[in-house]
């Protein structure tokens, strides 16, 4: 689970999910990247009281408006 956590860190593990979506004269992609959280799951509940976390993540998002070239980026 490290190993494909760190695959994700890095870029080079492929999405799990992508969605794309084209509204408000823009073109916006993201990309989801998931995995269990049992190693964390006591951490989380202690220092922030969040109960049963199971899941971890990270989103990628890529947006344009639909009148440009480049795509600006952001990373949650």
């Given at each position: 689970?490290?190993?494909?956590?760190?695959?994700?860190?890095?870029?080079?593990?492929?999405?799990?999910?992508?969605?794309?979506?084209?509204?408000?004269?823009?073109?916006?992609?993201?990309?989801?990247?998931?995995?269990?959280?049992?190693?964390?799951?006591?951490?989380?509940?202690?220092?922030?009281?969040?109960?049963?976390?199971?899941?971890?993540?990270?989103?990628?998002?890529?947006?344009?408006?639909?009148t440009?070239?480049?795509?600006?980026?952001?990373?949650?």
């Amino acid at each position: 689970m490290i190993a494909y956590w760190l695959e994700v860190q890095l870029g080079t593990a492929p999405p799990d999910y992508v969605e794309m979506d084209k509204r408000h004269r823009r073109v916006e992609k993201r990309e989801y990247w998931w995995t269990a959280s049992a190693e964390l799951e006591a951490y989380l509940a202690q220092e922030y009281g969040w109960e049963g976390v199971r899941l971890g993540g990270r989103v990628r998002r890529q947006r344009r408006p639909l009148t440009a070239d480049e795509w600006t980026a952001s990373e949650e």
